[in-house]
């Protein structure tokens, strides 16, 4: 039985396309029904989370979830692929190596632990992690049936080495920033992140969309063109990029 975007605590942005805010970090699940198949962006900080936002998927569209794209190899976006074994998996060329070798999946737990995820949890899921099967280097077109295709955009490195962003064309064109684009808070520059391309990554984000898209946050609420260039121009303020 299905259930509206509403009931099940999801934002619908244009037809057959939403997101919800996941609880605990405001991670970002989006989600995208065409006719045939049905794509997840980002599957939250655990195998139950990932789980969760499946069968709501499942509810909302009253068919599988069949793709999934992970934004960037951060554990409140991945921890949660075990629960899409079935799923054909997308994610920026690079990012499987990150999410293989033992000593990056070490640091994905620690970070998990240091952000509040029980430690128990944190092993389980980075254990079970599984690398993306398909990765983006340029652009990849997802046709999901009934003349719906959506873009996978490599448009990294910036908040990460490897930031994949999801284009949905349409009536408005929505396109799925990851964390290149925070809201609820000032963008993230860990140890993993690029800041001298930082900049450019968000203007790449901007040709995508154009002036008339809404953007996607990895955190916070959908904002508009006229939020992301500002968010460009203080980063590269803020970390000395020239414009």
Same mark, same amino acid.
Do not use: K
């Given at each position: 039985?299905?259930?509206?975007?509403?009931?099940?605590?999801?934002?619908?942005?244009?037809?057959?396309?939403?997101?919800?805010?996941?609880?605990?970090?405001?991670?970002?699940?989006?989600?995208?029904?065409?006719?045939?198949?049905?794509?997840?962006?980002?599957?939250?900080?655990?195998?139950?989370?990932?789980?969760?936002?499946?069968?709501?998927?499942?509810?909302?569209?009253g068919r599988r979830?069949?793709?999934?794209?992970?934004?960037?190899?951060?554990?409140?976006?991945?921890?949660?692929?075990?629960?899409?074994?079935?799923?054909?998996?997308?994610? *920026?060329? @690079?990012?499987?190596?990150? =999410?293989?070798?033992?000593?990056?999946? $070490?640091?994905?737990? #620690?970070?998990? !632990? %240091?952000?509040?995820?029980?430690?128990?949890?944190?092993?389980?899921?980075?254990?079970?992690?599984?690398?993306?099967?398909?990765?983006?280097?340029?652009?990849?077109?997802?046709?999901?049936?009934?003349?719906?295709?959506?873009?996978?955009?490599?448009?990294?490195?910036?908040?990460?080495?490897?930031?994949?962003?999801?284009?949905?064309?349409?009536?408005?064109?929505?396109?799925?920033?990851?964390?290149?684009?925070e809201e609820s808070?000032?963008?993230?520059?860990?140890?993993?992140?690029?800041?001298?391309?930082?900049?450019?990554?968000?203007?790449?984000?901007? *040709?995508? @969309?154009?002036?008339?898209? =809404?953007?996607?946050?990895?955190?916070? $609420?959908?904002?508009? #063109?006229?939020? !992301? %260039?500002?968010?460009?121009?203080?980063?590269?303020?803020?970390?000395?990029?020239?414009?």
């Open positions: 039985m299905t259930v509206t975007w509403e009931e099940a605590g999801w934002e619908r942005l244009a037809a057959g396309v939403g997101r919800c805010r996941l609880p605990v970090w405001d991670c970002t699940a989006g989600l995208v029904a065409g006719a045939g198949a049905v794509l997840v962006i980002d599957a939250g900080s655990s195998p139950a989370e990932g789980a969760r936002v499946r069968a709501q998927a499942r509810s909302l569209t979830v069949t793709h999934l794209a992970l934004t960037h190899p951060h554990f409140d976006h991945v921890f949660g692929a075990a629960a899409f074994t079935d799923a054909e998996v997308f994610g *920026a060329v @690079g990012v499987d190596a990150v =999410l293989t070798r033992a000593r990056d999946r $070490a640091e994905l737990c #620690a970070d998990a !632990v %240091r952000n509040g995820l029980a430690e128990t949890v944190a092993r389980e899921s980075a254990d079970r992690l599984v690398p993306p099967r398909h990765l983006v280097s340029g652009e990849w077109t997802l046709d999901l049936g009934g003349g719906r295709q959506v873009l996978l955009a490599n448009v990294g490195p910036g908040h990460t080495g490897h930031d994949l962003a999801v284009l949905v064309p349409g009536n408005p064109e929505v396109v799925f920033c990851g964390d290149l684009v808070g000032e963008p993230q520059a860990g140890p993993d992140a690029v800041p001298a391309r930082w900049p450019a990554a968000l203007d790449r984000l901007l *040709a995508l @969309g154009g002036e008339d898209a =809404l953007y996607v946050p990895g955190h916070g $609420a959908v904002v508009d #063109a006229a939020f !992301v %260039r500002a968010q460009r121009d203080a980063l590269a303020a803020r970390f000395g990029v020239s414009s």
